[in-house]
């Protein structure tokens, strides 16, 4: 399973972005039933949960952005996206995809996401 993620970039405080990660080398039947995440890591932070959506369509947030970033799939195109608004110079990090599938545990290389005062 190979993922790309897309979409990171440069915003002011109180602005949007809408990161993607599409998911190749998975059969669409794997890719369903897999749990999507979004994770992120500031400089010298750890790296934490931002978002998750089950296979059910469950969603779990860093209590940080609730209310303000919104994750999503579309099961069709093997992709999972993230919504970022209002955002917060403290929402600056590098954003990684994760998805647990059948096969394993997958990471993408991360999206930059910078947020200016």
């Known amino acids: 399973v190979q993922l790309q993620a897309s979409g990171g970039g440069s915003v002011r405080a109180g602005g949007s972005l809408k990161l993607s990660c599409a998911a190749s080398?998975?059969?669409?039947?794997?890719?369903?039933?897999?749990?999507m995440g979004w994770y992120r890591q500031a400089p010298g932070k750890q790296r934490e949960l931002v978002a998750e959506?089950?296979?059910?369509?469950?969603?779990n947030y860093q209590d940080s952005v609730k209310g303000r970033f919104t994750i999503s799939r579309d099961n069709a195109k093997k992709r999972v996206y993230l919504q970022m608004n209002n955002m917060e110079p403290e929402d600056a990090a590098v954003y990684y995809c994760?998805?647990?599938?059948?096969?394993?545990?997958?990471w993408g290389r991360g999206t930059l996401v910078t947020v200016s005062s």
């Open positions: 994760n998805v647990e599938a059948g096969s394993g545990n997958y």
């Open positions: 080398r998975i059969i669409l039947s794997e890719f369903v039933k897999s749990r």
């Open positions: 959506l089950t296979s059910g369509g469950s969603t």
